[in-house]
């Protein structure tokens, strides 16, 4: 079967650095996303990769890691307004995307 | 600015009722999608459309059916609502020549009780 993997919950503090991880096991590869989700709101895109390597967007970054199945979500520089919950999602074979359960991020002052 | 709107941020319906939920989106995307998402599992595909007139199942089609006759509006029906059925239905839209290679574009969500 297809899975995807991410921690239910992490907590963090405001102004730290916090990795949220994603391994997924698919039926082929054709990318990756992370979305962002704030409690009662809509999930909005934070990042694509499709290639293995780092994207830095801002104080986001997102890794990618196709041999290992893996891929991470990285937050800089914490904010109160970062609480939200990571939805990892892949593209497999068949263009199907498959979504993890989601991470909720806490952050505490 | 990009939108996706859902008909109703809340629906409390009983059990045999017949639910609509409406989307409509105005950024003249040819791919919708119904989602519905629960706590602890990942959002679950229920139906998407790549045009107008076209429809196919996703995952879970099951009790439920969708209606595309234009191509900014996308709507879910209940036909007969049941209990398993009380959710959180997140619409999404895209554009992309390859499906599910570009940014989904989401709802705010229509959270439905089924009593």
């Known amino acids: 079967g297809q899975n995807i993997d991410q921690p239910t919950e992490m907590t963090a503090t405001e102004g730290a650095i916090v990795q949220i991880n994603c391994t997924y096991q698919?039926?082929?590869?054709?990318?990756l996303f992370w979305y962002q989700q704030h409690a009662g709101e809509a999930p909005t895109f934070l990042s694509y990769?499709?290639l293995d390597g780092l994207e830095e967007k801002g104080r986001f970054s997102s890794f990618l890691s196709r041999s290992k199945g893996y891929s991470y979500l990285l937050l800089k520089e914490l904010q109160m307004k970062d609480s939200a919950s990571y939805l990892c999602?892949?593209?497999?074979?068949?263009?199907?995307?498959?979504w993890g359960a989601g991470t909720k991020l806490i952050i505490k002052p | 600015d990009v939108k996706v709107t859902q008909s109703s941020r809340y629906l409390v319906k009983r059990t045999g009722e017949k639910v609509f939920l409406e989307c409509v989106q105005d950024?003249?995307?040819?791919?919708m999608f119904w989602y519905r998402q629960d706590p602890g599992l990942g959002l679950r595909l229920i139906y998407f459309?790549?045009?107008?007139?076209?429809?196919e199942k996703g995952d879970i089609p099951e009790g439920y059916s969708v209606s595309r006759e234009k191509k900014e509006r996308f709507s879910l029906i209940l036909e007969s609502a049941s209990t398993n059925q009380t959710s959180m239905y997140l619409c999404?839209?895209?554009?992309?020549?390859?499906?599910?290679?570009?940014?989904?574009?989401f709802g705010e969500g229509s959270r439905l009780t089924v009593l």
């Open positions: 999404a839209s895209s554009l992309s020549e390859r499906e599910n290679t570009g940014e989904l574009f």
């Open positions: 950024m003249d995307h040819e791919n």
């Open positions: 459309s790549y045009d107008v007139k076209m429809k």
């Open positions: 698919t039926s082929g590869f054709n990318g």
């Open positions: 990769n499709v």
């Open positions: 999602a892949v593209i497999d074979s068949n263009y199907q995307l498959i």
